[in-house]
Every structure is written in structure tokens, then in C-alpha cells.
């Protein structure tokens, strides 16, 4: 099927721009939170880093840096708790040193979830740490 659009290059070039806008803000916005509350799972490799937080409001979230010795880092995001469900299609961001210049891939269909999501992500993980300081506290009173 073919669509039938007539677009202005200007309009274009700004369509261009908002999206660029909102994938800078979703990497600015996750890189913490995902290695401060993720876990790393490849702890021994002397080459890159890799984080995983799971199952925060619904997503998962996999940060891979330093991927080679010229650098290179992703970010996946995806909806359940299993990246490998049939059903789902990450979306799979990746940028070079410079957010500026990334490379955005998958399904971004979730995106309006997905940002709605990060502007509460401060209130989920203080609540979460708030819930893992309460289980230590318990444990110590045995």
C-alpha cells in the first residue's frame, strides 16, 4: 500500500528534529535509573557494560556501553517482563559518543506509554527503594 502524502521539506526537517528531541530525552532520562537500580549481567567482561532493569511500570530496559573498544552504546527498551516473548518487538536505540547522532530501531508504538512512564519513574523507584529499605529493616529485626 501506498500513501498518497505531500510534505514540505521545512516540515520534514522539523518532524525530524521533535523525534530527535524525544529520543535524547529518553536516553538522557533512562541512563541512571538503569545502572543505578539495574543489575549489570555481564560483571566479568573486561569490554563494555551491560545493565538490565526489569519490569518498571510494565518495561524493561537493557543499556549496553562501551560495546566495542571504539565505543558504541544501546539502549533496549521493550513491554513485559520477557525481552524474548513472541509478541514483542523492542525499540533498540543506539548511539556513537554523541546522542545527537543515534540510530532508532523496533517498534516505537508504545512511546506515549513509554514517556508517561519516565516522568513518574522518580516516584517509582523512590517507592521501590523505600519498599527494598523496609524489607532489609525487617530481616535485621529476626
Known amino acids: ?12 526537517i522539523e518532524l525530524v528534529k521533535q523525534r530527535k528531541t524525544i529520543i535524547i530525552g529518553i536516553i538522557s532520562s533512562l541512563e541512571k535509573p538503569i545502572v543505578n537500580w539495574g543489575k549489570r549481567i555481564n560483571p566479568q567482561a ?37 525481552v524474548d516473548a513472541p509478541c514483542n518487538k523492542p525499540l533498540v536505540i543506539k548511539w556513537q559518543g554523541v546522542t545527537d547522532e543515534c540510530v532508532v530501531s523496533g517498534d516505537d508504538s508504545f512511546l ?24 532489609k529493616e525487617d530481616f535485621k529485626r529476626r
Open 1 to 12: 500500500m501506498q500513501l498518497d502524502v505531500q510534505i514540505t521539506k521545512e516540515a520534514l
Open 46 to 82: 573486561r569490554i563494555g557494560a551491560v545493565y538490565e532493569l526489569q519490569d518498571i511500570g510494565g518495561y524493561s530496559f537493557r543499556a549496553s556501553y562501551g560495546e566495542t573498544m571504539m565505543g558504541g552504546n544501546t539502549i533496549t527498551i521493550w513491554q513485559a517482563s520477557v
Open 112 to 135: 506515549p506509554e513509554l514517556l508517561k512512564l519516565i516522568g513518574q519513574m522518580p516516584h517509582i523507584l523512590a517507592a521501590k527503594e523505600q519498599a527494598e529499605r523496609q524489607r
